[in-house]
């Protein structure tokens, strides 16, 4: 069975047995599920342990009003990978005394931070975003995470406007910072949303850029390679790759955990989320 089959049956019984939900929700397609949140529940995807937390720093959206743009379409899904990164990062954004755990769980140096975002757009113009982003004075953490995605962002048909975008922008950008066969059409597409994450990032070695995703996953697991090789030139020591099992196992296994509420959050987290 694909993970993204099992991981959607392992959700169903989790909204009923955990959530106490049974009624299905509606899918883009029209169809129900029992993955699927009815959509007025949207904010129980949201792990209750930073709920309240969560929402009246995120601002609770209103169904069915502009204010809820923010959310993505999915994310009265139990798979929402919003709903993931928003569950994953979000206590260390509450309690910022926790970020060391983080930040070694990543691989990264501690260092003090100006700002926290999700949903960041680097170039508003190009519109791409990550996932979560940290930014200091020694320069930003650009965090991009996939779940239950077949792929890290391709795109089948490229419209004129995203190759012109190929030839007048991304080519320049990338120039030098991935092997030259990363800018011909077939591969920049292939692997889309990595290459034009990786065009955002500082040149100068500031930046760090992670890539997260789980093991269990495995579509995603055997792409793992061909992105490494893209990435490891120039940009290897600007670039982290790390499954989602091992970060939240190595949060969990913090000896400097700052409270139980944390444990608690990572443990329901990984029974949420984590499958073998």
Not at 35 to 55: D, G, V
Not at 141 to 169: C, M, N
Not at 213 to 232: I, Q, T, Y
Request: net charge negative; hydrophobic share 40%.
């Amino acid at each position: 069975m694909a993970y993204a089959d099992r991981i959607e049956r392992h959700l169903g019984e989790y909204k009923s047995n955990r959530l106490g939900v049974n009624e299905k929700g509606v899918g883009a397609n029209g169809l129900t599920f029992a993955y699927i949140l009815p959509k007025i529940l949207f904010r129980l995807n949201i792990l209750e342990s930073f709920r309240t937390e969560f929402w009246r720093h995120y601002g609770v959206p209103i169904l069915d009003s502009k204010q809820q743009s923010r959310l993505t379409q999915d994310f009265h899904q139990l798979d929402s990978t919003q709903a993931v990164s928003f569950n994953l990062f979000f206590p260390f954004v509450q309690d910022q005394s926790a970020l060391g755990i983080l930040l070694k769980a990543l691989g990264l140096e501690e260092r003090r931070f100006d700002g926290f975002s999700f949903e960041t757009q680097v170039d508003v113009v190009e519109g791409a975003y990550f996932d979560f982003h940290m930014q200091s004075e020694s320069g930003g953490v650009y965090t991009v995470l996939r779940y239950a995605e077949d792929s890290f962002g391709s795109v089948e048909t490229p419209t004129p406007g995203q190759q012109k975008k190929l030839r007048d922008i991304y080519t320049g950008r990338l120039r030098g910072r991935v092997p030259d066969m990363c800018l011909k059409p077939e591969v920049f597409f292939d692997h889309y949303d990595i290459l034009r994450s990786v065009s955002m990032i500082d040149p100068g070695g500031k930046d760090h850029l992670v890539l997260i995703h789980p093991r269990a996953n495995e579509r995603l697991e055997k792409k793992v390679g061909d992105v490494r090789f893209m990435l490891s030139g120039s940009l290897g020591a600007q670039v982290t790759f790390i499954h989602l099992e091992d970060l939240v196992d190595q949060i969990l296994q913090s000896a400097v955990c700052p409270d139980a509420r944390f444990k608690a959050h990572y443990s329901a987290f990984a029974e949420k989320y984590l499958i073998e």
